[in-house]
């Protein structure tokens, strides 16, 4: 464990499906992130929270709908997706003002079908 | 827009060789640089943390140089092992040391 925790580790879930993916920290970090990785293409940024307000949404659709309680939790809500949505969603949190890096979960995999 | 690029986007060599794997972005104002492994389906594991005043860092095998005038950065593995095979990923941060930008990442095959 990386002291970033995502579940599932696996979700099927159909197009007119809702579900949630969360992510939860304990590292003292203020900032959480989501991203996207599918085959063959870089991993791209969805989200960003820093204490607890959204300061970058990257033109993601609004199927995608992420929420964030507190600094420690993190959710992506997910509703009516679509095929090419099946990909791996990792979570990550830092310390930006630290200096220090990245800390990543271990991910969802998800699959729309 | 920052833009980050690996080479080679794949490697195949013989266990025990030495190996560097080369990084490099567009904008020079990045406040960090972190190298990161990615097994198959697994999320990514922080390797090394270059901040921006660094010239590398070292970790056991790895060591991990920045040239930020010149937008380069290698990372360096030496006497290879199996276990190494993954694909490895550097990330540049902005100047506020927030969002990390990812290149598509070197697939490693270490052969024994």
């Known amino acids: 464990e990386t002291g970033v925790t995502q579940t599932p580790r696996h979700l099927v879930m159909g197009m007119t499906n809702k579900k949630s993916l969360k992510c939860e920290q304990h590292?003292?970090?203020?900032?959480m992130y989501w991203y996207k990785q599918s085959a063959k293409k870089p991993l791209e940024l969805m989200f960003v929270y820093n204490f607890k307000e959204q300061t970058e949404n990257n033109s993601v659709p609004s199927r995608f709908s992420p929420e964030c309680p507190n600094s420690s939790h993190l959710f992506l809500h997910l509703h009516t997706l679509q095929p090419e949505d099946s990909a791996l969603y990792l979570c990550?949190?830092?310390?930006?003002?630290?200096?220090?890096?990245?800390?990543f979960g271990s991910g969802t995999r998800l699959t729309v079908v | 827009k920052q833009e980050v690029t690996q080479i080679p986007a794949a490697l195949s060599v013989p266990e025990g060789e030495n190996l560097v794997l080369n990084c490099s972005f567009t904008?020079?104002?990045?406040?960090?640089l972190q190298w990161f492994r990615q097994d198959p389906g697994k999320g990514l594991t922080s390797l090394l943390l270059i901040q921006s005043s660094q010239r590398e860092q070292t970790s056991g095998r790895l060591n991990a140089s920045l040239d930020k005038s010149s937008g380069r950065s290698t990372l360096y593995i030496a006497a290879s092992q199996p276990g190494d095979s993954a694909t490895y990923l550097c990330?540049?941060?902005?100047?506020?040391?927030?969002?990390?930008?990812f290149g598509p990442g070197t697939r490693l095959s270490v052969l024994p």
């Open positions: 904008d020079s104002a990045i406040y960090n």
């Open positions: 990330a540049v941060t902005d100047n506020y040391g927030q969002n990390f930008v």
């Open positions: 990550a949190s830092s310390q930006p003002e630290a200096g220090y890096g990245y800390t």
């Open positions: 590292l003292g970090h203020n900032a």
